[in-house]
Antibody
Framework: QVQLVQSGAEVKRPGASVKVSCKAS????????IHWVRQAPGQGLEWMGW????????NYAQKFQGRVTMTRDRSISTTYLELSRLRSDDTAVYYC???????????????????WGQGTLVTVSS | DIQMTQSPSSLSASVGDRVTITCRAS??????LNWYQQKEGKAPKLLIY???SLQSGVPSRFSGSGSGTDFTLTISSLQPEDFATYYC??????????FGPGTKVDIK
């Protein structure tokens, strides 16, 4: 079965960076885009960006441009989210999610998130 | 950017009630609209994709409708396990995606 397993909780100081991993299993890793979504305490879902595990192509929400980097390691079916210059309002649960679509489906808008990781809590505190 | 709104932001309902949640897009998104359910402390779960298609394994009491700018998620007979927060999400503006603010359904 499709599984996305994320790394464990992190506590960081303001100004530091954090790197969260998301390991995929149960499907061909390079066939499906991966999105990252975060949720601050008591708040809604916020889309951060995606990465194409095959090509490494990526796109980030404008809000995070310059602070976020998404990468992947095809050899271990893992994608990574790195967020730098952390602030207290970056405290959130970070989720990875698989996009169900093929390359064509994705770019035509026929796109939805059909599998999610369990979430990783990142706490930013001095 | 396409903005998504949901109404109501929260509602109280009883088991067996019919529940309707509305999602509105700031411009037409055809049927590129998905719905997710999130229970407290858990990851979101896909319920409905492409406005009206039921994800495999999701109970048939859930249904979605709409196109253009106005969409509806309906729970025909609310069950105890349905108390959760529901989010809409648009994929029309790929490569950019947007979630609605959520609707919390709790027990009356």
């Amino acid at each position: 079965q499709v599984q996305l397993v994320q790394s464990g909780a992190e506590v960081k100081r303001p100004g530091a960076s954090v790197k969260v991993s998301c390991k995929a299993s149960g499907y061909t890793f390079t066939d499906y885009y991966i999105h990252w979504v975060r949720q601050a305490p008591g708040q809604g879902l916020e889309w951060m960006g995606w990465i194409n595990p095959n090509s490494g192509g990526r796109n980030y929400a404008q809000k995070f441009q310059g602070r976020v980097t998404m990468t992947r390691d095809r050899s271990i079916s893992t994608t990574y989210l790195e967020l730098s210059r952390l602030r207290s309002d970056d405290t959130a649960v970070y989720y990875c999610a698989r996009d169900r679509g093929s390359y064509y489906d994705f770019w035509s808008g026929s796109s939805w998130f059909d599998a999610w990781g369990q979430g990783t809590l990142v706490t930013v505190s001095s | 950017d396409i903005q998504m709104t949901q109404s109501p932001s929260s509602l109280s309902a009883s088991v067996g009630d019919r529940v309707t949640i509305t999602c509105r897009a700031s411009q037409s998104i055809s049927t590129y609209l998905n719905w997710y359910q999130q229970k407290e402390g858990k990851a979101p779960k896909l319920l409905i994709y492409a406005a009206s298609s039921l994800q495999s394994g999701v109970p048939s009491r859930f249904s979605g409708s709409g196109s253009g700018t106005d969409f509806t998620l309906t729970i025909s007979s609310l069950q105890p396990e349905d108390f959760a927060t529901y989010y809409c999400q648009q994929s029309y503006s790929t490569p950019i995606f947007t979630f609605g603010p959520g609707t919390k359904v709790d027990i009356k």
